[in-house]
Every structure is written in structure tokens, then in C-alpha cells.
């Protein structure tokens, strides 16, 4: 079995791909299966959400390439941009996982949302695409080169509650 615990720059040559739903990427460690069929375990940072587009290191110096899978979504859509800035910021005023696009907002599926959203005067209707939400602003996302691949607002820093680890240090083994 494949097992990596760091990602490498995104422009890096992939030689296997890891498709995933957007719930098990929210995972920072477990077990998976390649498109080629192959075993990989993971162990990454605690917080760490696998995006479209990122890349996995091996310790055998593999890279594979993450995409979002397809999955079940709700698509919300207007012709008036106003609209559908007034959805993103209900949407975001919950908490939800939302989806940015030129013309569309996705959502995962909610009926008491579509049902809010479609009384403010929106579209939404049920699709099946690859999910990708926005990252957040207080949350970075370091990649190999030291770059964080997400906003982050100015003078914020992690979390660090000054005591200690809020969970077990990662344990290879348990892949083996």
C-alpha cells in the first residue's frame, strides 16, 4: 500500500488520480482506493481539505492528482446578480458549503434551502457535477512550496490555543 503525508505543488506530473466526493475529502487520514486500483493511506495535517486539482506525495515519490467526484447537487441559478449575491450570502449566513460560479451557486443537497432560495425568486434544480466549494478566508492551505492555496485574511493566523495538539499525532501504522 501507497502512503503519503504531504502534498506537492499542483503544476507537479500526477502518475495516478484520487476521485472523491467532497465528504471524504473533508478526511485528513484514511484509506483509499486509486483509479488504478492501487491502496493508498493518507495522513495529512488535522483541518486539511483535499481540493480539485491538488496533489499527494507518496513516500515512494508518487504524486497523484485529487478530483472532486461527481455527487448529488443542488444548482442555483438567476439572471439577476443581485439575486444571486442576496442566495450566497443566505446560503453563507448558514454555514453552507457553497460552490462559486460565473452564473451559479451549488449547494449540497438541502430541501429547506432550495425551498428558501426558490421563494427569494432563484432557480434550483437538481444536478450531478464535481463539488469544489470555496476554502474560507481564515483557513490556509500550505502546499509543498510554502504557498497557501487559499485566501487568508490579513494579519490572522492558525489556531494555536497555546496547549497542545487537540488530537493524536498521526499514526502510520495503522495503514499497514
Known sequence: MLVAESLTTPDTPASDRLVLPFDARC???????????????????AGTVLRHGDRLLTEEGRVVA???????????RTADRLLLIRAAYHLGNRHVPVQIGED???FQPDH????????????????EAPFDPEGGAYRA??????HDHEPRVAGSAAHD?????????????EFR
Open 27 to 45: 478526511r485528513s487520514r484514511q484509506r483509499v482506493r486509486l483509479v488504478s486500483g492501487d491502496e493508498l493511506g493518507y495522513v495529512l495535517p
Open 66 to 76: 485529487v478530483e472532486a467526484a461527481p455527487e448529488a447537487l443542488l444548482e442555483v
Open 104 to 106: 451559479c451557486l451549488r
Open 112 to 127: 429547506v434551502l432550495g425551498e428558501m432560495l426558490t421563494r427569494l425568486g432563484c432557480q434550483v434544480v437538481a444536478v
Open 141 to 146: 492551505h500550505a502546499h509543498a512550496d510554502g
Open 161 to 173: 490555543p497555546g496547549h497542545g495538539p487537540h488530537r493524536s499525532p498521526a499514526k502510520i501504522h
